[in-house]
């Protein structure tokens, strides 16, 4: 089998290449040093005093938010990747100072401001301000997010200042300076507009939460339990991926910091066991990508469809639980298929943590997250159960030594929660530069009717047109701005066939967030790819593969809601509709392998990939023939396993 080992990963290089807000600057001492502390404690706890207390006017509570979030982006992240540099320069400094100003200015002439817009009349201060923020925001979110979502929002500006000289279909009279920049800064419309609104309200808060969560060891009791659950399995580590991957990327924001923090250490061993590169590098980006779409927190993305839709947001997450674990459960198929395939063992038991042990040292910490979904369930609201979930983060690390967070260990989590805030959260104010124009300028239905009008009114090509947008707008940005351009632009063309809203809010989000693992730019499996030493768009095309289950999920639950648990008879329909999905990604698992109890020769693996689909396709009358066929699949596999006679004829025939 050979080691495969791979030696000295450097993750922080490998998260860099791929990820903009990886790229800091190293800034541990000095005048810097206290100001990046001080103010992003100061921010940690502005936020949880508001998630109690009640926030400030919406205006100045956003605008509060996104110039803190600015200037420490300023200071943290240099102009020029590759000229970094770990200090802060004197154009740093000039930036540092704009994006402060901004704030100060909403807070110093709020009561003016409030005056001069009740009657639309915006005065020489305010324009030179609301300049000053869509430039901040334009360059930091440059720094913090890169370029894609960049020349996004500078298109998008082009567009509403020379529409006029647009094609027809998208042309529009054309805005001067004081229409956007009025309608960016100074309503709740534009930068502050909802994706900065959920930002400094749950996106925030949630982001705490996990920081919290890791001061206290949560991580590395995620990866133990993981280990201790699978790693004996066959094929263990790749399971052990998918698993830690999944619980990790439920509580954390980001699916390509999540494929270097936890690829670094099970990439290696899926290559030791025997797997190949690229396959262990596109099991870890499928698993860490899928993290955004399972419940509790989602990537903080359901709390931005739960404002969008007017949703409960406990109704959404419950809604999601079942397609994200037919997702997992398409990846864990392959892998196992894969493993008895190659004949690879797991690890030896002696290597792994003990479950029972791991439990009695880190059990309590699930406390907090068990709690916090209890709350959501009963119907509390997001911020309420984020801050008290928080707290109870606190309270618990005190049960055993090891896990025990003190005043320095509360202080840094509070830092590193808004450190890993930023780039969402310049992410949400740059969308809105987006968001905006396509509202003030009317873009929004003229994309709409682009795409009805290729789809010719027949919701299937209609689908498949808005998988394509979804896919292509997705590519190389965060999964929250992903969702927010997606729903804004592709959304509204389901919604004129008729398709329930939230349906059309899951079927751009799931395809939003797959574009991760889709060449030709695919980050994570890129990112994978670095750590395993692998052919990146090798990479890429064997985790299109493995999410291809999540290819297909969005289309069963548009045609059958009950996979969300809308529009259902009762619970039976929901495990009707669930159990056929399960088997038939699994049928398309062991298709995709060539393999179900032992190999499959090419016309079996054709009556298995045609039973999987026909148990994918809601209606009682596919159910059966899948059935039927899955255990023809079955009863020939099984002969060829245990040599029966007839394993000969049966396979003459189908080959006839």
């Known amino acids: 089998m050979g080691e495969n080992v791979i030696k000295d990963i450097d993750e922080t290089k490998i998260l860099e290449k791929y990820d903009a807000e990886s790229r800091t600057k190293k800034i541990d001492h000095g005048f810097w040093r206290y100001a990046i502390l001080i103010l992003s404690v100061g921010l940690a706890g502005y936020h949880l005093y508001t998630a109690y207390f009640g926030p400030l006017d919406a205006l100045r509570h956003r605008s509060l938010h996104t110039s803190v979030i600015a200037a420490l982006v300023f200071i943290l992240y240099p102009a020029f990747f590759r000229r970094k540099k770990d200090k802060v320069t004197v154009a740093d400094m000039f930036w540092f100072t704009a994006a402060l100003s901004t704030g100060a200015y909403m807070f110093l002439d709020f009561q003016g401001i409030a005056e001069r817009m009740s009657v639309y009349m915006p005065n020489k201060m305010d324009l030179f301000f609301g300049i000053v923020m869509i430039v901040v925001v334009i360059e930091g979110g440059r720094r913090v997010a890169g370029n894609a979502l960049t020349i996004l929002a500078l298109v998008f500006l082009g567009y509403a200042f020379f529409g006029q000289y647009a094609p027809e279909i998208l042309r529009h009279s054309g805005k001067d300076v004081e229409d956007i920049v009025t309608y960016m800064f100074l309503s709740t419309e534009g930068i502050f507009g909802i994706a900065i609104s959920v930002s400094a309200s749950y996106i925030i808060l949630f982001i705490l939460f996990g920081a919290f969560l890791n001061a206290s060891g949560m991580g590395k009791f995620f990866t133990d339990i993981s280990m201790g659950l699978a790693g004996h399995t066959s094929g263990g580590p790749a399971k052990v991926s998918v698993i830690s991957s999944g619980l990790l990327g439920s509580i954390n924001g980001s699916a390509l910091a999540n494929v270097v923090t936890t690829g670094a250490f099970t990439i290696p061993l899926m290559k030791r066991v025997g797997y190949k590169p690229e396959f262990g590098g596109a099991v870890e980006a499928t698993a860490s990508v899928g993290g955004q779409i399972l419940p509790p927190v989602m990537g903080a993305t359901a709390f931005i469809m739960a404002e969008t839709l007017g949703m409960p947001y406990n109704q959404i997450a419950l809604a999601a639980i079942l397609p994200a674990l037919l997702y997992y459960l398409g990846i864990i198929f392959i892998v196992h298929f894969r493993a008895k395939k190659l004949g690879l063992e797991g690890m030896k038991k002696e290597e792994l943590p003990n479950v029972r ?20 369930v009963a119907g509390k609201t997001p911020l309420y159960a984020a801050f008290y979930a928080i707290v109870l983060a606190v309270v618990v690390s005190w049960f055993k030594k090891e896990t025990r967070m003190g005043p320095k260990e509360i202080i840094m989590a509070m830092e590193e929660g808004i450190r890993s805030a930023l780039g969402v959260a310049m992410s949400c104010a740059i969308v809105g530069i987006i968001v905006g124009v396509s509202t003030l300028t009317g873009l929004g239905p003229k994309l709409t009717q682009s795409i009805l009008v290729l789809g010719q009114g027949e919701v299937v090509l209609t689908l498949f047109l808005t998988m394509v947008a979804c896919i292509i707008m997705g590519m190389g940005l965060p999964s929250i701005p992903t969702y927010i351009i997606t729903a804004t632009m592709a959304g509204p063309a389901l919604l004129k066939l008729g398709i329930d809203p939230f349906l059309t809010h899951m079927f751009v989000f799931y395809f939003g967030i797959l574009a991760n693992v889709t060449p030709p730019v695919a980050l994570a499996a890129f990112a994978g790819a670095g750590i395993a030493g692998a052919n990146p768009n090798k990479t890429g095309f064997e985790a299109v593969r493995l999410a291809l289950s999540g290819f297909i999920i969005p289309y069963i639950f548009v045609f059958s809601p009950a996979l969300l648990m809308q529009d259902v008879s009762g619970p039976l329909e929901v495990i009707h509709v669930a159990t056929t999905a399960v088997l038939g990604i699994l049928a398309l698992s062991a298709a995709l392998e060539r393999y179900f109890i032992t ?58």
Not at 357 to 376: M, R
Not at 610 to 626: E, Q
């Open 357 to 376: 042990e791991t439990l009695k040292k880190g059990g309590h910490l699930l406390i907090p997250i068990v709690v916090l979904i209890g709350l959501l």
């Open 599 to 656: 190999d499959m020769n090419v016309p079996i693996t054709v009556l298995c990939f045609i039973g999987a689909l026909t148990l994918i396709i809601p209606g009682i009358v596919t159910d059966i023939i899948g059935l039927v066929i899955l255990a023809v699949v079955v009863l020939l596999q099984w002969s060829k396993k245990t040599k029966f006679p007839v394993k000969a004829d049966v396979s003459v025939k189908i080959e006839v």
